[in-house]
């Protein structure tokens, strides 16, 4: 067995049975990390295929939040292609060469239009690719692109951004950027299960339709994720401090993360914003306490695993994906950065399904950025 590691290494699992595979993926262990503020918010819906097409834009009978600009390739220089994840706070590009190797990036603020509306969107966009060209050494219109920004959630957001955007390369993706983490999958083809402040499951088949699980919001869902296992934190010392629930560590972890003097205290760190951020950062506490035997936390980090292999067993049925055996790239921060915890998800889904390789992606860009590469040049893109 190859150890998980970063999203172009990866994970076999060999043929032996399940049990002995998840005590393999058990074994792992790594560095704490909290989920990146703005990862993986908002709904989700499931669109009609995603493709790279020749022509116009795809906008046609089904309605699709996918692809296009032309197939004409840029004769005389060298090719590159731009990968962008536009996030909820930040938007990074990374320019590749034909080769895949980087060459540049830039980064700018952030790229949800429903957020900061449409110009600025576009501009944060616009700015980061430009750094990102400037540092490669290149110009545009690039060769190709994937786009994978927030809020492209509709037809009707992809209709008010693509205009925009087309011009930054001679085949551009629009996706949502939840899909980049598809990328790192072979031919972009099998599940994408992504947990961080937010969490969703995507699967996508051979033929490029894309379906997806969770992603509802933090209001909603968003079970499993950052933002999910803060809140029950929450609970869990609300209830110890009231005498309603088991006593647990997580009383004083928390009064000592917030420098509070009483319980009382946390009301107001807590009322009128109850920031996503800050609630999702206390999924940390949890994993400190579950590890240190808390029982209270070990069950809120079981229920949350559970939760998200739900999820990505889930997003499986509603696609044929080829063979038995699926591959499966993980995403966000706390599948990136917990290790024992991304071992026990692995763990659970390993019960359902038969996982052939499971990849962590670090950079959604990178990954997005190789394989647009690949779409205009088979056989190449790192």
Known sequence: MKELLSYNQEYEFDGRDQAERSDGVGALSGACGAPRPGDDEGPFKSFAPLGWGGGAAQNVATP????????????????????????????????????????????????????????????????????????????????????????????ADYNILFPHLQSLA???????????????????????????????????DVRGTVARTGGWGHIIGDEGSGYDIGR??????????????????????????????????????????????????????????????DEVAGRIVQGAAKELALAAVTVRSKLDLPGEQVSIALGGGLLLHQADFRAQVLQEIGKQLSIRQALLVEEPALSGARAAVKMVLPGTGG
Request: proline share 2%; glycine share 14%.
């Open 64 to 155: 699709l939040v996918g692809v296009v600009a032309g197939t004409q390739i840029i004769s005389g220089r060298e090719p590159y292609a731009v990968g962008v994840d536009g996030g909820g706070t930040k938007t990074l590009a990374v320019v590749v060469d034909a080769q895949g190797n980087e060459r540049g990036r830039g980064i700018a603020g952030s790229a949800n239009y429903a957020a900061v509306g449409i110009n600025q969107a576009v501009h944060h966009i616009r700015s980061a690719v430009e750094e990102a060209v400037q540092m490669a050494g290149c110009s545009l219109p690039l060769q190709a692109a994937w786009l994978g920004l927030a809020g492209i959630d509709r037809p």
């Open 170 to 204: 001679e085949v551009v993706r629009l996706t949502n950027d939840a899909e980049l983490v598809l990328s790192a999958l072979d031919g972009a083809v099998g599940i994408a299960l992504i947990a961080g402040t937010g969490s969703i499951a995507l699967v996508r």
């Open 232 to 293: 029950q934190c929450l609970q869990a010392v609300s209830r110890a401090v009231d005498g309603r629930g088991q006593q647990t560590s997580l009383v004083e972890l928390l009064l000592n993360h917030w420098n509070l003097n009483s319980a009382s205290d946390i009301i107001g760190k807590v009322y009128p914003g109850g920031d996503k951020a800050t609630i999702a950062s206390l999924s940390t506490l949890v994993f400190v306490a579950a590890r240190d035997g």
